[in-house]
């Protein structure tokens, strides 16, 4: 589902038309692309593992400080609801 298709349709007629696992999986892959995909968040934890503050790393990534402060949040996330 395209992004036009999915505002042409009002919220009921999208809800009888999809299930509620295709809208979720849609929403998961909509909005804005990331900035840091898989192989430069796994740089990141490597950086911040050898020491490198979060500065240091945006710097090196060639993203913002905030950037790299959410992804930092994002993993800390992860590792909390896998415990």
Not at 4 to 23: D, I, P, V
Not at 47 to 66: F, N, T, Y
């Amino acid at each position: 589902m395209t992004v036009a298709e999915m505002a042409s349709l009002g919220g009921r007629a999208r809800a009888r038309k999809y299930t509620k696992a295709e809208l979720r999986n849609f929403a998961k892959r909509a909005g804005r692309p990331t900035k840091l995909d898989g192989r430069a968040r796994r740089n990141l934890r490597q950086l911040l593992a050898a020491g490198r503050s979060q500065a240091e790393c945006a710097a090196e990534l060639g993203v913002s400080v905030r950037t790299v402060g959410r992804a930092v949040a994002e993993m800390r996330a992860d590792v909390r609801s896998c415990s």
